[in-house]
């Protein structure tokens, strides 16, 4: 600590934070740099100096190589988890919380449980169901299981938020004569939306970001997703580094959207109860 007039500045914590801004901020501008030279520059100029010829063929080699189409399927196996996950998590943490008995408290075990269970230990009969109910390489086959494994963790961050909401105000609203569904739809949705974006965007980042599910329970280009679209631009003797970042890039777009658009909900979800 260093005192100057009345002020203390932590110096340390200073430096370690502009420390930390440059491992962020460097691979970050190493990708955005490299997607933008010719793959001859990559081994003759510094990896981090601005290119001498901006060049944007890597991204159109991306577009050729039909990755919109992957991103496409990346959108529809996100967004279709992250409602699923929601249709099934919200109703189920509303009854936990609202349900004061041992059987709410059992299922809540239950479900918590699952954050136990790694993924990895369970590919071989989660690939064996997927083949037997006639969803391999389907977007469905990715669908379903990473629903399934965020399901856990979304419904204990749900749960610990509706504890959180003043018991009266359940009780005034049934005194009014609403509905169990009413409740929830009307008070509780509304009070815990900063969770719902919180956890609608990291379950998002789990799905998009996901490489097992796809890389063995679907085969077809048709169904490709981001990260198995990755390895189009990988050969047998050579490596196509700018198609990568520039893909890279064009792959964060999306999640980064969805970031910007609920940053606001999102950090208030994050420090709920900090205050308390």
Do not use: C
């Not at 997927?130 to 749900?158: C, H, N, Q, R």
């Amino acid at each position: 600590m260093i005192t100057i007039g009345h002020k203390r500045y932590n110096v340390i914590g200073g430096l370690l934070g502009w420390l930390w801004l440059l491992v962020v901020v460097v691979p970050i501008y190493y990708i955005v740099v490299t997607s933008l030279r010719d793959q001859m520059e990559i081994f003759n100029d510094n990896p981090l100096s601005i290119p001498r010829h901006v060049t944007f063929s890597a991204y159109q080699r991306v577009f050729q190589n039909d990755f919109l189409l992957y991103v496409r399927n990346s959108i529809i196996v996100t967004v279709a988890t992250v409602v699923l996950i929601l249709a099934v998590t919200i109703p189920a943490a509303y009854l936990i919380v609202r349900r004061v008995d041992a059987w709410s408290r059992r299922a809540y075990k239950l479900i918590v449980a699952g954050l136990a269970i790694p993924m990895q230990a369970t590919i071989v009969p989660i690939y064996y169901i997927i083949v037997k109910i006639g969803l391999y390489d389907t977007l469905w086959a990715l669908i379903l299981p990473s629903a399934a494994f965020v399901i856990p963790i979304t419904v204990m961050i749900l749960v610990n938020f509706l504890r959180d909401i003043p018991s009266s105000l359940f009780e005034a609203m049934e005194v009014d004569g609403a509905s169990e569904f009413s409740i929830m739809w009307r008070l509780a949705i509304p009070m815990v939306k900063p969770a719902l974006i919180t956890v609608s965007i990291y379950d998002a980042l789990n799905v998009w970001n996901g490489f097992l599910f796809p890389l063995i329970l679907t085969q077809s280009a048709n169904n490709r997703v981001i990260p198995l679209s990755l390895w189009q631009f990988q050969g047998q003797f050579t490596v196509d580094v700018p198609g990568i970042l520039a893909a890279v890039v064009i792959s964060v777009l999306p999640i980064l959207v969805a970031y910007v658009v609920g940053r606001r909900q999102m950090v208030a979800g994050l420090t709920a109860g900090f205050t308390k």
